[in-house]
């Protein structure tokens, strides 16, 4: 990986120009890889859309239309119409409808993960969806779905190239309930949920005939005793930065897509979306970043190979062909065969005006 989006609801919430400035001091110095900061959409906010999206190193804006980790839900008609119009680069969307969160709250069993999906169900997912589509053509602005998980969204966004791009996640092509949550319990559960086989035979579907535009890794990464209680309480999230290449490698080796397609989905695809400097193509004038992988090579993903803080995967003992051996930023290598060789180099993205 050689840059990432992070999202507005991490500790400190990013939804002003001072908490971007403040992530972005603390980026510099320490990242390995390149990164931006979502910038979250409020209420409280929308008059500063057009500035806080135009900040160095601001990947955009972000909006909750469902409730999930942090406190950024905007589930008013009215305001996500305001927030739409103000934009002018593509915003991105966690869609699920509040409305229907909170009716359904009912349906949640205690102690019981595989409700989780029962409760924030395919309806939930559509409406938004649906919602969050008709403002985007009212408004004539570009949107970007993030993670869906519905074989009736990925169906629905077909035809609405137009406005909306599409992001699916390592996870929903990878896992599938109910074998997800009998294994795995709670650190199976995340927003939106992962469903049944007929939705991830569905997103590969979308996935093969070029409606998802990117992959993203949804990296979530919540300690083990945050997705120790018992659900409800647990907490929703996976990690997914890591293991991100491995797995898709893997499915790449099973003949699920090709490598072309990986590598469109995970660098030629971001880059035409947000418009991104200097990456994305091997082209004079780019940025020298690349992935170094094996293809042939076979490892058993560990949750103590995990670098992250929180020391876990839920791909943990699963057995994968396709690894990633080096990662070179900009010419230097950065990462070689585990390793880090390599003071941190990382740097704010640039984009492009338009």
């Excluded at 990986?1 to 991490?10: D, S």
């Excluded at 890889?33 to 209420?43: E, K, P």
């Excluded at 319990?185 to 535009?213: C, S, Y």
């Excluded at 499915?251 to 991104?276: C, E, K, M, W, Y």
Aim: proline share 5%; aromatic share 6%.
């Amino acid at each position: 990986v050689t840059a990432v989006f992070e999202m507005p609801n991490a500790a400190p919430l990013t939804v002003n120009a001072a908490t971007l400035a403040d992530k972005l001091r603390r980026a510099t110095g320490r990242m390995h890889c390149d990164f931006a900061f979502y910038v979250g959409g409020t209420r409280e906010n929308i008059e500063e859309i057009p500035r806080l999206e135009g900040l160095p190193g601001s990947a955009g804006i972000k909006v909750f239309m469902g409730s999930s980790t942090g406190d950024l839900l905007v589930d008013d008609e009215a305001s996500l119409s305001r927030i739409i119009a103000r934009t002018r680069r593509r915003a991105a969307f966690h869609s699920e409808d509040e409305a229907r969160l909170k009716e359904r709250l009912g349906v949640r069993r205690k102690g019981d993960p595989s409700s989780h999906p029962e409760w924030r169900d395919e309806e939930a997912a559509l409406l938004s969806t649906r919602r969050l589509v008709r403002l985007a053509e009212q408004h004539r602005r570009r949107v970007h779905v993030l993670h869906i998980s519905t074989a009736e969204e990925m169906a629905f966004l077909a035809d609405k190239r137009a406005y909306a791009s599409v992001e699916v996640t390592p996870h929903h092509l990878t896992l599938a309930a109910p074998d997800c949550y009998a294994r795995l319990g709670t650190f199976a559960q995340m927003n939106p949920p992962v469903r049944e086989e007929r939705h991830r035979k569905a997103i590969w579907e979308g996935l093969r005939n070029g409606v998802v535009d990117v992959l993203g890794s949804d990296h979530a990464p919540h300690t083990r005793e945050e997705k120790e209680h018992a659900y409800p309480d647990s907490h929703s999230g996976m990690t997914g930065v890591q293991t991100l290449v491995p797995v898709m490698l893997d499915h790449v080796n099973a003949g699920r897509l090709s490598l072309s397609r990986f590598v469109d989905l995970t660098s030629h695809g971001p880059q035409r979306l947000f418009n991104i400097a200097g990456k994305g193509r091997l082209m004079a004038g780019y940025d020298a970043d690349l992935t170094i992988v094996d293809l042939k090579r076979s490892e058993t993903i560990e949750d103590k190979w995990i670098r992250s803080r929180c020391g876990w995967t839920p791909y943990a003992g699963k057995r994968v062909t396709g690894w990633p051996v080096g990662t070179i930023l900009r010419g230097r290598r950065v990462m070689w065969q585990g390793e880090l060789v390599a003071a941190s180099g990382g740097e704010p993205v640039r984009f492009m005006e338009g």
